[in-house]
């Protein structure tokens, strides 16, 4: 069965630095995109990040453009998010997501396997 698992998160205060991790089990990331998106408390989820599998191509969320960088390892089979400069409203809790059908274009979709998220904390 297919399997997304989050680690990293944890408190940073403002203007400081976290690298998320998405391990994934009876799926391998590079042959599908991936997303990262996060939810904070009373607020609707929201993407954030999704790299592709045709030419490894990277996309951002307006809000992150410049302070985040998506990444994965094919050995590891792991997708990673290194946010910098993180600011309170980055505050969240972080998922990351596939699917067989998933695709970075548009409305990011056919994410089908969810991870159960990290929580990010940005407090001084």
């Known amino acids: 069965q297919v399997q997304l698992v989050e680690s990293g998160g944890g408190l940073v205060q403002p203007g400081g630095s976290l690298r998320l991790s998405c391990v994934a089990s009876?799926?391998?990331?590079?042959?599908?995109?991936t997303a990262w998106f996060r939810q904070a408390p009373g607020k609707e989820r929201e993407g954030v990040s999704c790299?592709?599998?045709?030419?490894?191509?990277?996309y951002y969320k307006d809000f992150v453009k410049g302070r985040f960088t998506i990444s994965r390892s094919a050995a590891e089979n792991t997708v990673y998010l290194q946010m910098d400069n993180l600011n309170p409203e980055d505050a969240a809790v972080y998922y990351c997501?596939?699917?067989?059908?998933?695709?970075?274009?548009?409305?990011?979709?056919?994410?089908?396997?969810w991870g159960k998220g990290t929580l990010v904390n940005v407090s001084s």
């Open positions: 997501a596939t699917g067989y059908g998933a695709g970075c274009w548009g409305d990011w979709f056919g994410m089908d396997y």
């Open positions: 009876d799926i391998t990331l590079e042959h599908y995109a």
């Open positions: 790299i592709s599998p045709i030419s490894d191509s990277t």
